[in-house]
């Protein structure tokens, strides 16, 4: 009876371990924090560009906050809080951090890891990229435009924009939390695509590296 006992424990802490590893795959952030803060003239005021980071990480509702202002939904009929040309949401917002890279997901909110390890240094040659508590990597899918009659330059250029807005998005979330910001054009294109899983018709727009102040 004994044995058995000791088998059942053995075998409950093996369960738990793998509930706990399967959940470990995916972040479901809590509800974005919506109200109270800074003005936007106060954070247009104080919107710009820095480049120096401290190794603070950022915490759940962070996070949460963030990725809602950078691209999260805010009406009840599934529109993001940036405007999106034709109605073609074809750009994924992707967060490479400390402990791994992961897809948002706007509808669930929540991240699914893709990656694990710290892999912010790969995103760029740029030194800073690899402080930075978290480095948002967006890309357009033109797969979302397949069943819309535009020209290819057409649909690329309206991804533009949309990484554009949400680029401007978090620039004035940084703004409102005291949080250095800063956006990349060029960075490690090939390392990106495989770490992040692209097929031919995904291309990365943008980065945009964000982190705590070096004296926070």
């Known amino acids: 009876m004994k044995g058995n006992d000791e088998l059942k424990k053995i075998l409950l802490a093996l369960l738990m371990m793998t509930a706990v590893s399967a959940s ?78 992961y897809e948002y997901d706007a509808q669930l909110h929540s991240l699914e890891q893709l990656e694990y390890g710290d892999h912010r240094a790969e995103c760029s040659n740029e030194e800073f990229a690899g402080k930075a508590g978290i480095n948002l990597v967006y890309v357009q899918d033109l797969d979302a435009w397949k069943d819309v009659k535009v020209p290819k330059e057409v649909a690329i250029m309206t991804g533009m924009y949309h990484s554009g807005a949400i680029m401007q998005n978090v620039y004035l979330y940084a703004a409102s939390e005291n949080l250095n910001c800063v956006v990349q054009g060029t960075f490690n294109n090939a390392k990106l695509r495989e770490l992040l899983r692209l097929n031919d018709n995904q291309n990365i727009t943008l980065i945009q590296s964000i982190g705590f102040k070096p004296s926070n």
């Open 24 to 101: 470990a795959d995916n972040i479901r952030l809590p509800v974005p924090e919506k109200t109270g803060g800074m003005s936007l003239r106060e954070a247009l005021t104080l919107r710009r560009t820095a480049r120096e980071f401290s190794d603070k990480d950022f915490n759940v509702q962070e996070l949460s906050n963030m990725l809602y202002a950078a691209g999260g939904i805010n009406r009840t009929d599934g529109k993001l809080v940036y405007p999106v040309g034709m109605g073609v949401q074809d750009t994924k917002i992707y967060a490479v951090m400390k402990d791994g890279i």
